[in-house]
């Protein structure tokens, strides 16, 4: 339920994208505050809980639901709001230029998780891998280092705010989230989640690449659970 | 880097310490980083909403959130973060236009910068041009008027929320967010705007 005039929905809607920050403008001020603030060592996050690798491959396909949000309606409170208003929002230049970037695709990811390896990953790795970890630390070869629970954590964290900076129509800001993320945390496990992201910010910024983001997607992650709603965003943009 | 040359936003996390606490707990407010990432367009909006030029964005805002930085541990638990957020900018900005006198020339060009031309319905207006006639129009509003106006209609906050983060009767809120309408479309209409 929103407190907005409909009547001047559609001019404010665009007038918020035009008004908020480009990625550039994020990492400048950013740089600004870090310099401006200390920096002691950093806060230490702990470690996620241990559990057999089926509990992991199940918390993770929940993770997955949870961190995009998709499926929990987190972007569709934006899209019914927009629903009001005539017309896709439209493109921001300099983000729009900058959203032709293409997400780069993650190192293979840590092979602890049988159930949810990574696509392409070679399997001597994995192997190879699994044994130094078994190597190392027989009677704790089932637990994952905790690096990477708090990396997993950081990650579906990201993909939360990424949801809700969608749900809020910044999109701009959502594909800066998603580049920091890929700086950050290149071996994540959230590939279809951060790539379905992207697209839907990509679309709602620039009505014109709907048709070419959601190929380049379903080409991508053919069987998606995803898809759908990219489908939606993409090509409910490309119709206005 | 991307392929026009300009830098990804690399994010060096700004690990801090806890501002002490008061209860000696665990942290009740989420870390500043994530702050920062979830509410830096707010803020960047909102004061250019409330009259900040492009050319003072960069150390507005960053004023906001060293000054954010410092109060968080002030912050209450379970205190809505943007009415709060508000708070501070707003402060920010006022001490802004107080401390700089060129900053009233800056409005009232501002508000007489020529608007783009109006080719065709608002809804398709380009997100900048659509940018430059909001901003163009909301100095023209009284300010008491703007600041429900800015935070309702751009921001989406409900009217309670408003109420609350301004310390405002809900009525007197309604009240100003009804005139600010009627402020906003004829300065609108008084610009040929369609």
């Known amino acids: 339920m929103t407190d907005r005039d409909p009547e001047l929905l559609p001019l404010l809607a665009r007038a918020r994208v035009g008004m908020s920050p480009t990625a550039d403008d994020v990492e400048r001020v950013h740089a600004r505050i870090s310099a401006s603030l200390l920096r002691p060592a950093g806060m230490e996050r702990g470690a996620a809980a241990s559990g057999s690798v089926a509990a992991r491959a199940l918390r993770w396909t929940r993770l997955r639901w949870l961190a995009l949000g998709l499926g929990a309606g987190g972007l569709g409170g934006y899209v019914a709001g927009q629903a009001h208003s005539s017309a896709a929002p439209a493109a921001v230049p300099q983000v729009a230029a900058a959203a032709s970037i293409r997400m780069t695709e993650p190192a293979p990811a840590a092979p602890a998780v049988a159930a949810e390896q990574p696509r392409g990953e070679p399997p001597q790795r994995t192997t190879r891998a699994a044994r130094s970890d078994a190597g190392a630390a027989p009677k704790a070869s089932l637990r994952p280092p905790p690096q990477e629970g708090a990396r997993a954590l950081d990650e579906v964290a990201m993909m939360q705010r990424v949801n809700r900076a969608l749900a809020r129509g910044e999109a701009a800001w959502a594909l800066s989230l998603l580049r920091q993320l890929d700086l950050e945390l290149p071996r994540g496990r959230l590939l279809e989640e951060r790539a379905a992201g992207a697209a839907i910010a990509r679309c709602l910024l620039d009505a014109a690449v709907g048709e070419s983001e959601l190929a380049g997607y379903a080409e991508r992650f053919p069987g998606s659970v995803h898809l759908p709603r990219v489908s939606q965003i993409c090509t409910r943009v490309d119709r206005q | ?194």
């Not at chain 2, 008061?22 to 909403?49: A, D, K, M």
């Not at chain 2, 809804?123 to 659509?130: I, T, V």
């Not at chain 2, 300010?143 to 209609?153: A, C, G, I």
Request: neutral net charge.
């Open chain 2, 1 to 194: 880097m991307d392929d026009q040359g300009r830098g990804q936003f690399r994010v060096e996390p700004v690990s801090l310490h806890p501002s002490p606490q008061r209860s000696g707990g665990p942290l009740s407010h989420p870390p500043f980083t994530e702050i920062f990432q979830e509410h830096f367009p707010f803020v960047w909006r909102c004061l250019r909403g409330l009259g900040v030029s492009a050319a003072d964005l960069d150390d507005m805002s960053q004023e906001v959130f060293v000054v954010v930085h410092r109060r968080l541990a002030d912050l209450e638990p379970g205190r809505e973060l943007r009415p709060w957020l508000y708070g501070i900018l707003r402060l920010v900005a006022q001490n802004h236009r107080r401390g700089r006198q060129r900053s009233q020339q800056r409005h009232h060009a501002l508000a007489c910068e020529p608007l783009p031309p109006a080719e065709g319905p608002l809804d398709s207006l380009q997100a900048r041009d659509a940018a430059r006639i909001v901003s163009a129009l909301l100095p023209e509003l009284e300010e008491t008027r703007r600041e429900v106006f800015l935070l309702v209609e751009l921001e989406g906050l409900s009217v309670p929320e408003v109420a609350s983060a301004l310390g405002l009767p809900l009525n007197t809120a309604y009240s100003r967010l009804r005139l600010a309408r009627a402020d906003f479309k004829a300065a609108l209409a008084r610009r040929g705007a369609p």
